[in-house]
C-alpha cells in the first residue's frame, strides 16, 4: 500500500481521508473506551499494583518495576479526572524521548484494526484539559473509541505542564 | 577512523601509560634490566605499528627512541636522570600527536621534532654522556647544597654537553627531585640527602626483585585479557539484577514443593555467584589511577622545587570502574594542594628540623562498603588562623562568626569555594578551584571528604568512596504501610520507643518534637508527616523507632513505623517528574519484588528545617568524638547490674533491648531469648534475672553482643554510658592487667564474653548456609 502511514506518531491525527490502516490497542476506564496506537506500546503488565509515591504530582500513579527499571506511571483516571479506583490495574509500557513510563488504566482489551477515514479530530465543543491529551476519535459501529496521544502522555512533560 | 587505527591508538597509550610507569620507576632503579625491557618493548611496538599504518613523524621519533633504548638495554649506556628526562619528553610528544590523530587522523604538524632527536641522538652517542652525567651528579649535589637557587645555572652545564639546548626541556637534566618508593615504607630509601643524589644505592634486593617479576607476570596477564565495551556491562549488570529478582520469587514459590527446592537452591548460587563475577568484571585496581601519580608529582615537584618523596600502598584495591574515574581529578588537586601548600621547600624544611626530603603518602584501603583512599603529607599543615583571615578577606564569613568557630570547623571552611590561603596564584594552585571542586566531586558520587591537619606536621585528606555507584546498603524502614530505603552511610543509630514510652520520651518545645539523646535534645523528623502534611496524627499509639541520621552535618532523629531487614540495593533512577519532590534520591526493587523509594536524609534535613540547630549539635558530636579517638583507648559500653558496674567493649555490642523479664525463657538452668526462632544464649552471672523473678513485667536491658560468629546477651538492670577505658597495670610487674579497665576514674571489670557456654547447636556446615540471607 503506498499510502502507509509515514510518521506513525502523527498517524492517529491525520486528517485526509486515505484508508490507512492502524493497530490501536483500546483499553477500558470505567464505562468508556480509550485507544492508543499500538506502535507505540512496549508491552502490557497485567494485574500491577504500583508502589505510591507520597509528595509525588496527582497524575503520578506510582512506581512500577519492568524489567529491573523503575518506570513512573500515569494514572490515566487522574488525567481524565475520574476518581481513583481500588485494587489492581493493567499497565502499557509506552515509550517516551525521555524514557518509558508506564500508563495505568482499568482494563485493557482487545487491539483493533481500524482505518483512518474512520478517524475525526477533536469537537470544539471539548474541554480544555482533556482535548490536552486526546487525539480525536474513531467511530466504530456502536461506540466511540477516544484516541490518546501517548507523546503528551509522558510524565516529563506533565510535569513540566503541572509546574507551569 | 578505520578499526585497525583505532585499534592502535587504545593500544600505544596503554604502552605509554605502561612506559611513564617504568620510566618514573627506572629513576629508582636505573639497572632493572626487566624495566628497561619492558619500555624498550611499548617504543618498539608503537614504532613497528606506524611504520605500517604510515605515520611518518611517529614513526621517526618513535625510531629515535628506540635506538637510545637500545644502547641503554645493552649496557653500552646508563639511565641517567638526562636519559630520562629525554624519554619522558618523547614520550609527551608522542602522546600529542596520538591525541592528534585521534581527534583529526592526521599527525599535525612538527614543531619541535629536530630538537627532540637532536637531543636523543646526542645523549646516544657514548662519548658525550659520562660527561653529560657528570655535570648532572654535580648538579644533584648543587641541589643539596642550596636546593633550588643553582638550577638554572646547572642547567646550562648539563645543556652544554647537548649541540642545541631545547627550548621546551629547559629544566631538563635536573637530579631526580621526586624518588617514587612503592609500599611498605619500611623499605623506602633512608631519607638522607645522598639517598636523592645516587638513587641507585636505595632499593636493591628484595624489591628490585617483586619490579621484576611483576612487570613479568603483566606481560602474561595481557595476553588472557579481553577488551569489553562498558556499556554492555552496564547492561549485563541491569539483566542479573533483574534474574537475582526473578530468584527471589522462584524461591518463594518453590519453597513447599520438596523436588524443587534443589534446583533453586542451585539457581540461587548460580544467580549470586553470576552477580558477583559481573560486578567484579566492572572494578579496577585504583593503580590504574595511582599509576599516573608518579609522573605528575615528579613534574610538579621540578616546577616548584620541592623535593619529595612519593609512597604508594594499597594499589591493588579495586574499585567500580566509573568511581575510579570520577576521583581522578580530586585526587589530582589534592596531590597538588598537598605539594603546593602542604610539603614546604627544602631549605624551610631543614631550617625546622625536618628532613628535607617531603613525604607524600598515597594510600587506598577497602573498610566494608567503601574504599578510602588517603592523600597524607608530612608538610606545613593548615594554619587555622590563617584559615580563619583569608575567610574573613575573601567574605566567605563574617568576622564574628569565625570568631566563634572551632578548629575542627575552620578547617571545613576551605571546602568553601573560591577559598584559597596560597599567597600568590601559582600554576600549579591558589586559584581558589581546588578542594570545593575535590568535595563536590565525591560528594556527587556518594563519598564523603574529611580533612585533618596539624600545624607543621602536616594534612591528611581522607576520601571515602563507596565500592560501587549501583549498590549501596540501605536500612529498609516502614511507615505509610509502605517500605522505604535509608542508606546507611548517613545512619548512625536506632532508638526504639514503645507506645507508653512515647509521651514521655518525645518531648516537645511548641510544635517541635525532640528526644533526649543521652542528654541531648535531637530534633525529631517524623516520616509520615513530612510524607502526608494532612491527615496524620500527632499522637503515636504503637511502636515507633527513631533513626538518628547524620547528613551532611545535620543531625536529626527520622520517626518511623517499623524497621525490616538491611538489605543490599540496586539504584535506580526517578523520572525528572519526580526529582522535584527531592526527598527521594531514586528506587529500588526488594528482595520480595516491592519497590521502596530511597530516602535522601539531607535533603529531609532540609525540608524539615533542622538544617541550623542541627550543625553545630553534629560538630560538638563529631568533636566529641575525636577527642576519643586521640584518647586511643578502647571504648566500653558502662553498664550497670544488680548495684555493680561492668563495662562491655564497645566494638562488640550489637544492639541494647529493653524487655519484661518474662521473655527470658530457660533451657534446663540456662537462660536464653527467642528471637523470632534465632535462640540468644543470656549471660547473667550478675543475678539481674534472679532478682527480678518476683515479678514477670519487670523490664530488664540485654545488651547483645558479637563473640566470635555467634551473639550474645548480657543481662543488666541499666545502661549508664559510653567512656573510653584507660589502662592499668600491676603494682611492681608494671604488666597490662586484663579484664578490668579504668572507665570515668573507678576501676571496672569487662564482662567476658567469651566465657559465656555456647548453646547446643549441630555441625557448623549446617549452620553456615544461608544463601538468601547471604544474598539480599
Redesign the interface.
Known sequence: MSNQPSNQSGATRRKDKAAALTEICSVRLGQSMYGVPISHILEIVGQARP???????GF?GG???Y??????AVSLRHLLKMPSREGTQDILVLEAP??Y?GLLVDSVGEVLTLSSSEFEANPSTLDEARRDIIAGAYKLQNALLIMLDPERLD??R??VAE?A | MDELTREFLIESQEGLDRMERCLTDLEERPDDAALIADIFRSVHTIKGTTGFLGFKRLEKLAHTGENLLGMVREGKLEATPPIITGLLELMDILRAILKNIEADGSEGESSNDGTIIANLEQLQSPAKAPQAKEADSAHAESIQAHAVGKQAGSAETGGAAVAEPPVASAPAPAAPVSSVTSAPPASAPPSKPSAAAAPATGPEGPEAEAGRTKAASTTSAAESTLRVDVALLNRMMNLVGELVLTRNQVLQATSADPKMTLLSRRLDMVTADLRESVMRARMQPVSNVFSKMPRMVRDLAQMLHRRVRLQMEGQETELDKSLLEAIKDPLTHAIRNSLDHGIEPPDVREANGKDPEGTLRLRALQEGSHVIIEVSDDGAGIGVERVRAKAIERGLISADRAALLSERELLQLIFLPGFSTAAAVTNVSGRGVGMDVVRTNVEKIGGKVEIDSRAGKGTTLRLRIPLTLAIIPALIVRSLQQSFALPQGALSELVHVSPEQATTTIEWIEDAPLYRLRGKLLPLVFLERLLMPVGSEATRDRDSFIAVLDADGRRFGLVVDGLADPEEIVVKPLSSALKGIGLYSGATVLGNGDLALILDPGSIAMKAGVAMTGEEEAARATEDEVADIDNKGAEFLLVEAAGRKAAVPLGDVLRIEQMPVKRVEYVGIRPVINFDGQLLPVDDTAGVLAAAQGDPEAPIVVVVCREGRRHVGIAVSHVLDVATGAELVEAGTSLRTDGVTLLKDSVTEIVNLGGIADLPVESDVENQWNPVEALQ
Open positions: 508502589q505510591p509515591v507520597p509528595l509525588a504530582p503520578v512506581l512500577v518495576h524489567r529491573g527499571d523503575v518506570l513512573t525521555g524514557g513510563f510524565p516529563v506533565l510535569g509546574a
